[in-house]
């Protein structure tokens, strides 16, 4: 049984654990050069860091999981494996093709597996709602300040604010502590009285929080520790400057987030860390052709298993709910995808998934985004950064074209179609557009997943292999074995 796992964070590194105790060969691909995604994000070996623990939960989950991955005969991990596409076949998992080498570098290697079955754990990447002045240099998303932090031991800037919504806020607001940055304030959207009715509510349901309570009493205590305001209700609605950020505006924001006129306070800072949420990397999935929830999420049964047969998914791209849901889920997609048998150990993973199930479902109710948002925007704040469209200039366009479909406006609009691929802006973009669109295309579709070279096209199409066997499964092509490489 052949097993490709497709990210190497902590859904992936435990779907590539459960898959090697099941007695499958795995292939563990990830495009970061470090197996641990965003949540063990650490310093490079070459730094000799004595205490890589610092900045880390769970680090010696990582430590051993690491361990056995690389350590196992039966795992090849593959790192700086940026999967571009996934090629359904007529049976059996698709065809997984992947270039390897440095990210945007010419002549990287072609690599291309045919498992039985596949993992899918590419985790998600944070959404950040504009505002005016957001792209400014000194604005950055909350998950850069805390890559940084954690993989360079590099604080954004020496008087920072950190706002937006939900937990995440609390270790970005303590990493850019404990690396040098002044905190001035954690600004969470969502208001002191959402908070208590959304958490408060049913506490029966809530068994998974218990777990990460010493986790937050550690982020309040160094919050007091480094005398780190936190304020709810409040929203970051402008920031100011020439060449870089200078000030923000902070306003009070009312339950559906828009902005209370009158209660406006600008605070000087060179640094601003924006999150508003996750949004999960569903291309894959959505190439792969498995069915998306309503809530925009891959749906899978109890066992992991996606709607495509051989295909599981785990982590941030189910349900945004932590790292030890991440590593449940993992567990359970890995074993059932290298078809193990049932064991106390599956029953546990089982057990705390469903747990966190509820956890996240809750995590999404009090924190998602409110539609008040949009009232922080003017005409002329940029919504897709990297086409330089504007929010009037969205609406204007709208307006006049009377299109109703999502993909016609994008072309009309170019809103989306810029370098990141509407990564960053799609939701923000759907949002401000109405959402339901008539021909049901949403910004998560990317065929192609990532940018590719032609010569690298070129060199994959020379080295394809028939499709026609699924069963001549789990051959590395062109590379016999790139065990080793991480
Ligand atoms: C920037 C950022 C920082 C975060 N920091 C924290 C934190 O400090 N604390 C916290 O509690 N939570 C943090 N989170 C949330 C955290 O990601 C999750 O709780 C947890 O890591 C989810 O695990 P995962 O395995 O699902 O995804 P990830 O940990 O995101 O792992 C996904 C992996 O898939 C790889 N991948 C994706 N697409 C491809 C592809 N096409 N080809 C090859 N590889 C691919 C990525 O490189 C990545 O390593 C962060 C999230 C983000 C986006």
Redo the contacts with the bound molecule.
């Keep these: 049984m052949t097993v490709v796992v ?9 779907a590539a654990s459960a898959a090697l105790r099941a007695g499958a060969d795995v292939t563990l ?4 050069d ?8 650490h310093l490079p070996d070459s730094a000799h860091a004595a205490k890589q623990h610092v ?3 769970k680090w010696g989950t990582f430590e051993a999981l690491a361990r056995e991955v690389t350590q196992h005969p039966s795992c090849s991990v593959v790192a700086n ?4 596409l996934l090629e359904q076949r007529a049976a059996g998992a698709p065809r997984v093709h ?1 270039h390897v080498g440095p990210v945007d570098s010419g002549g990287r290697e072609t690599l291309t597996l045919d498992p039985h079955a596949l993992v899918l ?6 959404r950040t709602l504009p505002f005016p002045g957001w792209t400014l240099p000194g604005v950055y ?4 300040a ?2 940084l932090a ?1 993989s360079e031991r590099i604080a954004l800037g020496s008087r920072a604010v950190v706002a937006g919504a939900g ?2 806020l609390l ?2 607001a303590q ?1 850019l502590a404990l690396t040098g940055a002044r905190v001035l304030g954690v600004y969470e959207a969502t208001t002191t009285a959402a908070l208590l009715r959304g958490w408060g509510a049913k506490p029966w349901q809530l068994t998974a929080a218990v777990g990460k309570m010493p ?1 937050l009493a550690g982020y309040v205590a160094g919050h007091v520790r480094h005398s780190i305001p936190y304020r709810t209700g409040r929203a970051v609605v402008e920031a100011h400057g020439t060449d870089r950020v200078e000030a923000v505006t902070i306003a009070r924001v009312d339950e559906t987030w828009a902005p209370i006129a009158g209660t406006e306070t600008t605070i000087e800072t060179d640094a601003v860390c924006v ?1 508003h949420g ?1 949004t999960p ?1 569903l ?2 999935a959505i190439a792969a052709g498995c069915t998306i929830s309503a809530d925009r999420f891959v749906e899978v049964d109890a066992r992991q298993q996606t709607s495509i047969r051989g295909i599981y998914a ?4 189910t349900g ?8 449940a ?2 567990a359970l997609a890995g074993h059932f995808a290298a078809n193990g048998p049932r064991s106390a150990h599956i029953g546990r993973a089982a057990r705390a998934r469903d747990r966190f199930i509820d956890f996240g479902t809750r995590l999404d109710a009090v924190h998602s985004p409110r539609r008040g948002w949009t009232q922080w925007l003017r005409n002329d704040t940029t919504i897709c950064r990297c086409e330089e469209v504007t929010n009037g200039e969205l609406t204007s366009i709208q307006s006049q074209t009377a299109s109703c479909g999502l993909r016609s406006l994008k072309l009309s609009t170019r809103a989306g179609l810029g370098i990141c691929q509407g990564r960053i802006c799609g939701r923000n973009v759907e949002e401000l557009l109405g959402e339901d669109f008539a021909d049901g295309v949403t910004t998560d579709r990317r065929p192609i ?2 940018p590719v070279r032609i010569g690298d096209l070129a060199d994959a199409a020379a080295a394809e292999p028939p499709t026609e066997d699924p069963h001549t499964a789990g051959d590395l092509h062109p590379r016999e074995t790139l065990k080793g490489t991480s």
Excluded: C, M, N, Y
């Design positions: 497709i990210g190497a964070g902590p859904a992936g590194l435990a691909l990830d495009s970061s470090q197996l641990g995604g965003q949540f063990w994000r900045l880390h939960h494996a940026q999967v571009w992947a754990a590419t985790g998600a990447h944070d998303t909350a998950g850069a805390q890559a954690k937990p995440f270790p970005v990493s986790e999150s996750f990397r291309e894959l785990a982590g941030e791209l945004i709910a932590g790292a030890d849901a991440a590593l889920e993992g997943v990532s």
